[in-house]
């Protein structure tokens, strides 16, 4: 009577878990879909603010105040605008992340190694591409490039602004701490695009 009990209990047991991992897939599709639409607002909000500063700081450009805008101004809300918006795909690897554990598993469960799933696939090594898979990179990094001219371009651009109110060498203290200061956020957000390639390259076990 025991071993039936036991054995009966396995089938209810490997349901309970199956549900559970389902349960999970769906919240953190919904975490992407979430991160996703987060995403959006913060590059749409965020160049419009960009866009308003700037338009400012064209008008102000034989002043002080025009010169602070585009020498620590905008690189500033760019450089918080870009880590936002990385934040937010950085969820997005995360919860795909995990999800390729899920996928395995439950491949595993159903017997069907072979079955195909949205988040493994796109790890897989693209026929006759050593080094790359089926992921579209081309999208963030062509929104990092553009956060990266953000950056540097208005930086640049500061060096001929402001007028006679301020002297050439107090420009160029102004904008060497300012692009010492991008320069490290920029080696920040390296590492950080590391961490998120990896997730988006890699699947999930148990040392993870």
């Known amino acids: 009577m025991g071993n039936e009990s036991t054995g009966s209990e396995e089938p209810v047991r490997e349901v309970t878990i199956n549900t559970f991992e389902i349960e999970q897939y769906r919240s953190l599709r919904g975490e992407i879909l979430r991160g996703t639409e987060d995403g959006n607002q913060v590059m749409s909000y965020g160049l419009a603010a960009i866009g308003i500063v700037i338009t400012a700081g064209m008008t102000e450009k034989n002043s002080v ?66 080094h790359s898979n089926h992921h579209f990179w081309t999208t963030e990094y062509s929104g990092f490039l553009l956060f990266v001219f953000l950056l540097v371009g208005p930086l640049a651009m500061s060096f001929g602004l402001g007028g006679a109110d301020i002297t050439s060498k107090t420009k160029l203290i102004v904008i060497a701490i300012a692009a010492c200061a991008e320069v490290g956020f920029l080696i920040w957000m390296l590492r950080r695009v590391k961490q998120w390639k990896q997730w988006l390259s890699s699947i999930f076990g148990p040392d993870s």
């Open 65 to 130: 105040f025009g010169f602070s805008l585009f020498a620590i101004l905008i690189p500033g809300l760019s450089s918080l605008v870009l880590s936002l918006w990385f934040g937010t795909l950085e969820r997005i690897a995360r919860a795909s992340f995990f999800i390729t554990g899920i996928e395995s598993r439950l491949k595993l469960a159903l017997r069907a190694p072979s079955l195909p799933t949205w988040d493994v696939w796109l790890r897989a090594k693209t026929r006759g591409k050593r």
